[in-house]
């Protein structure tokens, strides 16, 4: 009995120990894992250290391998907007202004990231020195009109801040492995205690250009009002010369039709005459008093007057032919 105890509980113990092995030797290798393996998201760097130093760098997306006593930093790849506070800066013209500006920027080179800034702290203080210097270098280069103007030809803001942005591109690469997409120009502005008096200045000028443009618009409407006037005398002049020509050879028309229609009716025209005068002469309502021999009284007495005048005057012209042809 004592041996069928013992041989039954030895196979147990041997099973009971060979898992226990089986375990720490899956444990030891899940620490291994661990210790020798990492993962990198996507939109991620991860620098591999050894004692604080580089010594791999990757950027693709994966499972990565390390030695044990190696460590792992991972650094964000995306776009990153950093908005440094308002800052006072002085013009060409000594003006002061306040700028606040906006700087897009990513990590380019991992390791010199690391090696010169380390985190996303170190790297915005390091682009806003960079910022602060180059900005206010070229403000202090530039007019204001550069920056606030009505004028497109004087406005350059767009220019100064794309020359701005080259040189910030150019020293956060270099020094710090950072790249500079752009940089925006957020606001622009006078100090509080400075505006009044900049806006009455401000407005005195606009309203000396106001009335520099006005006397111009008022010379150029003389200019325009006295040409108006010369054309509108020579159209009047030139009209009222062919009016007069048109009159003359009308009147001259109507003097030969005048003289066509006597020559073909003389008795009528007659009429006509002494019917006009008798209304030009004699107001409604008027008594007239008229010798017997006139013309007038012998149309009111008689309407064939014109016809024995007439008649009469043929005989008395035909005595006188004949006479004369004797």
């Known amino acids: 009995m004592a041996g069928v105890d013992g041989s039954g509980k030895q196979p147990t113990t041997r099973r009971r120990g060979r898992i226990a092995v089986a375990l720490g030797i899956a444990g030891i290798i899940a620490a291994m894992a661990k210790l020798c393996c990492f993962t990198v998201e996507t939109g991620e760097y991860a620098v591999v250290t050894e004692f604080g130093k580089p010594v791999q760098v990757i950027t693709a997306p994966g499972l990565g ?3 044990p006593y190696q460590n792992v930093r991972t650094f964000d790849s995306r776009l990153f907007a950093y908005t440094p506070a308002y800052t006072e800066f002085l013009t ?3 003006t002061p202004v306040v700028a606040a500006s906006t700087v897009l920027w990513r990590i380019s080179d991992p390791k ?6 380390f985190d996303r702290a ?12 180059e900005l206010g270098a070229a403000i202090g280069r530039s007019p204001l009109v550069a920056f606030v103007s009505m004028e497109p030809n004087a406005f350059r803001a767009q220019s100064i801040l794309a020359e701005v942005s080259g040189k910030c591109r150019e020293i956060a690469l270099r020094d710090y492995g950072i790249e500079v997409i752009d940089v925006l120009l957020r606001s622009f502005d006078f100090p509080k205690q400075n505006r009044p008096p900049l806006y009455s200045r401000m407005k005195s000028e606009r309203g000396r250009l106001s009335m520099k443009y006005r006397s111009e618009g008022e010379e150029e409407g003389l200019k325009v009002r006295a040409a108006a006037d010369r054309e509108k005398s020579r159209i009047l002049s030139e009209a009222l010369k062919l009016a007069q020509q048109h009159r003359g050879e009308g009147e001259g028309k109507a003097a030969r039709i005048y003289a066509e229609s006597l020559s073909k009716g003389p008795e009528f025209y007659e009429f006509v005459r002494t019917m006009q005068a008798s209304r030009n002469l004699i107001p409604k309502g008027t008594t007239l008093m008229l010798p017997a021999d006139s013309e007038l009284f012998g149309l009111l007495q008689d309407s064939s007057h014109y016809e024995r005048g007439g008649a009469n005057r043929k005989a008395a ?3 006188r032919k004949e006479g004369t042809m004797r």
């Open 92 to 94: 060409l013209e000594k």
């Open 317 to 319: 012209a035909k005595p």
């Open 122 to 133: 170190g790297a915005e203080s390091r682009l806003g020195d960079i910022l602060f210097a």
């Open 112 to 117: 010199k990231f690391f090696e010169t800034v």
């Open 65 to 67: 391998f390390k030695r």
